[in-house]
């Protein structure tokens, strides 16, 4: 049983493979956390001690002394009574009341985990998951909020969510529901790992010591965002790689939110995460529940590359959904960095013809497809195919590219409407704007009120009127431009608080017809590249593009960083062009490959240009992926070296056997008279012989997974702007190996 409850301590013990994590129904019936960590043999309550400290408010149903909520470590702490920290929950009930006290009131443990409605979940419908359902109530009103944990063994994880019940009579308005807190002891001996960034340089690893305040990682641009990322780490300050405990958290939600890590006064620290207040209230009427998205909770005492490895499979394995998430997923070439808006049914055709001849499976016709699009200033909104620009039908144009042997795969931009466009003419109402001001445009474009039933309807039909007119088998779905103007024409001024979230519920809800009713399509999340990079979309799509940066070397570092929270298989990642779009830096084409062959695969340059040779290195290269796609996407992933700290990037993968391994290396920086790089890899088997090669060539023989992983192979040292390398390891067939 991964959930205990013991009765006469009144402590629930959630254990996983390698953790547990235990809470208390405590004095005064709050409740309290115990511990989370590395599995624990009994309860850790005889540690816990209550303190009712110097200037901290004290519950009046307890004698004097007992405790004082500012000092307690609680699981879902309210607002108005005496904690001073960063509260889940902040409620304003009719009388204009604004304090909540919440109380353990039942609870019951149950398998099989129910989806939540609306919403991405992880493990949905996952029958053999443990659920643990405490409820709290407030001790004056008729308000309750019901904790949601589910536990996963073997990912060592843990969800979070909270369902929020007002049954007063009247409604109230909330104004802070977030999914978790985990309050921890000794906070000063932690530091928290947050991935911010920008636009083009997208989560950047920043890991800060706590000191006294609030550390956060946060979004209120109405989506994940490209400067922030809804998962985080606390960790120890020595944790490494391998070394060293460390807890992740991670929502699986796309909107506004906040992730934080508080350290108060007395050195104990709060990490909470879920939607960020700043605009947010929702009503309750009686009989009415607000549930909050759901997090997932992690911990390893064995370093980062554990609890990546955690994420990983909770992702890849529990939250991706549909035919493609654990299937290897067509080589493409997308038009976008090949041709921009400047294609016509030839074009096309040219590059599909040779694409074919480099191997690459997919065309995917990018943005200009429809209305009269050929800049950014138009037409969004308008998803009719332009048959004058494509030479006819999209139907037509994919039989000419199913007919060179390539899939066919489709650009758009939903959320979003020109004010140049047939349905901006037709519904300028559907549009985020306040009364009276003129909304804030981006990228020439403006929001759609995703909130508005009749808005998600109107792309329902027009999207799979599209994906139904043609033999079209992937979409990528964009979204170019953060919120503003966040105002609904369809809300009452009391629930213009609400919009944000609702928002997000309608691209959910719109998310879920489509992939349900073009299950075989693969679909490709993408937000100006990588801003809506999280677990809420990856629900929906098993890949998102990871930035629109696709420079070799810069894309080392976005996707070294990305890589902890996230596997490379929903990693997005493209050959471009030789001199970069986004940097004007030449690299190698061997160099765009290896960095882009382990994540979801594809290529992004015009290859009707290349030379016969390069098509046929091309060849070469997609065929090399083909043999070793499996390993990607479903192996286990090591960052070998740091490219912030290290000349020579490296990473690896190895099968789940530890039979077979890859390394990819890039030299992305040298200097006169330098050593070799040694990297020292990791999982394979100790007493195990392996042959190693180096991109082709054998280099060695019968070498122990023992020495590979304490000795190291080494990579020589080019004078070469950007070179890159990779390595196959294999174990011997002898029956003398084991
Ligand atoms: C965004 C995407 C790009 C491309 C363009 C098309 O910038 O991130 O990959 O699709 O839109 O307009």
């Known amino acids: ?38 599995r624990l043999e009994g309860t850790a309550e005889s540690v816990y001690t209550y303190n009712a400290n110097i200037y901290c408010p004290e519950p009046m149903d307890l004698p004097p002394g007992t405790l004082s909520p500012n000092m307690l470590m609680l699981e879902y702490p309210a607002s108005g009574t005496g ?94 529901a977030l999914s978790c807190c985990v309050d921890i002891y000794g906070g000063r001996e932690y530091d928290l790992v947050r991935f911010m960034g920008r636009a083009l340089m997208e989560r950047e690893l920043i890991r800060t010591p706590l000191t006294q305040g609030k ?38 939600y796309s909107g ?77 070439l997308n038009s976008w960095e090949a041709l921009i808006y400047d294609f016509d049914y030839d074009k096309l055709m040219s590059l599909a013809d040779a694409a074919s001849d480099c191997g690459i499976e997919m065309l995917v016709l990018d943005d200009g497809w429809f209305g009269k699009r050929n800049a950014d200033d138009c037409s969004l909104g308008d998803w009719i195919p332009n ?89 990528k779905w964009d979204m170019n431009r953060p919120l503003t103007d966040v105002y609904s024409a369809k809300l009452p001024p009391d629930r213009q608080g609400e919009l944000y979230h609702r928002y997000v519920l309608g691209l959910y809800g719109l998310l ?27 629900y929906y799509f098993p890949q998102i593009w990871c930035s629109d940066n696709s420079d070799a ?64 290195e091309i060849l070469r290269q997609t065929d090399f992926y083909r043999e070793y796609a499996d390993l990607f996407l479903k192996g286990r992933y090591f960052r070998l070296n740091d490219p912030n700290k290290n000349d020579v990037a490296a990473w690896e993968f190895i099968s789940d056997n530890g039979e077979t391994a890859f390394v990819g290396a890039v030299q992305r920086h040298f200097s006169p008279n330098n050593c070799p790089a040694v990297l020292r890899l990791s999982g394979l088997l100790s007493g195990a012989c392996y042959d190693v090669s180096e991109a082709g060539r054998q280099i060695l023989t019968g070498v122990t997974g023992d020495v590979l992983m304490k000795t190291g192979i080494t990579v020589k040292y080019r004078r070469e702007e950007y070179p890159a390398t990779y390595f196959i390891i294999t174990k011997e067939k002898s029956v003398n190996n084991e």
């Open 1 to 38: 049983m991964s959930i205990t409850y013991f009765e006469d301590k009144r402590v629930f013990s959630l254990d996983t493979a390698g953790t547990t994590y235990q809470m208390q129904i405590g004095k005064g019936d709050y409740l309290v956390h115990l511990y989370y960590g590395e």
């Open 256 to 332: 506004n939110f906040t992730a934080s890590a508080e350290l108060e006064p007395h050195g104990n620290a709060r990490v909470t995460a879920g939607i960020h207040p700043y605009g947010f209230s929702w009503r309750l009427d009686n009989g009415e529940t607000f549930c909050t998205p759901e997090a997932v909770i992690s911990y390893s005492s064995y370093g980062f590359t554990r609890l990546s490895d955690n994420f990983h499979r909770i992702i890849r394995e529990h939250i991706c959904r549909g035919s493609y998430s654990l299937k290897r997923r067509p080589v493409l």
């Open 512 to 538: 879920d017809r489509l992939t349900s009713d073009f299950e075989n399509v693969l679909f490709e999340g993408c937000a100006s590249g990588g801003g809506r990079f999280d677990a809420g979309m990856l």
């Open 83 to 176: 904690d001073y920290r960063t509260p889940c929950i902040d409620v304003i009930f009719a009388d204009g009341s604004r304090a909540l006290d919440l109380r353990y009131s039942a609870h019951r443990i149950y398998s099989g985990k129910q989806p939540i409605e609306g919403m991405p979940s992880a493990f949905a419908g996952e029958k053999d998951i443990q659920v643990l359902e405490i409820t709290l109530k407030d001790t004056v009103k008729d308000f309750y909020v019901t904790l949601v944990y589910s536990v996963s063994e073997d990912t060592d994880s843990i969800t979070r969510s909270a369902y929020i019940l007002n049954k007063e009579p009247e409604p109230v308005v909330l104004k802070s």
């Open 553 to 616: 070397v810069d894309r080392l570092f976005i996707q070294y960083n990305t890589s902890f929270g996230y596997p490379m298989s929903a990693v997005s990642a493209h050959v471009s062009p030789a001199k970069s779009h986004q940097t004007e830096r030449s690299m190698p084409l061997e160099t765009r490959w290896i960095t882009a062959m382990t994540g979801a695969f594809g290529y992004e340059l015009n290859v009707t240009l290349l030379s016969p040779e390069e098509r046929k």
């Open 387 to 475: 048959e004058k620009k494509l030479g006819g039908t999209l139907a037509n144009l994919a039989a000419g590219v199913n007919e060179r042997g390539l899939k066919f795969g489709l650009w758009f931009e939903p959320e979003m409407i020109s004010r140049d466009s047939d349905l901006y003419r037709a519904h300028p109402d559907w549009c985020l704007q306040c009364p009276g001001r003129t909304p804030a445009e981006c990228r020439n474009q403006l929001v759609l009120d995703m909130s508005r039933p009749e808005v998600c309807e109107y792309l329902y039909n027009s999207i799979s009127a599209v994906l139904s007119s043609a033999n079209i088998e992937y979409v």
């Open 215 to 252: 550390l956060s990682s946060e979004s209120v641009q109405g989506l994940s965002g490209h400067s922030s990322n809804p998962f985080i780490v606390m960790c120890g300050k020595n944790t490494d790689e391998k070394n060293g405990d460390c807890m992740g958290v991670m929502l699986i």
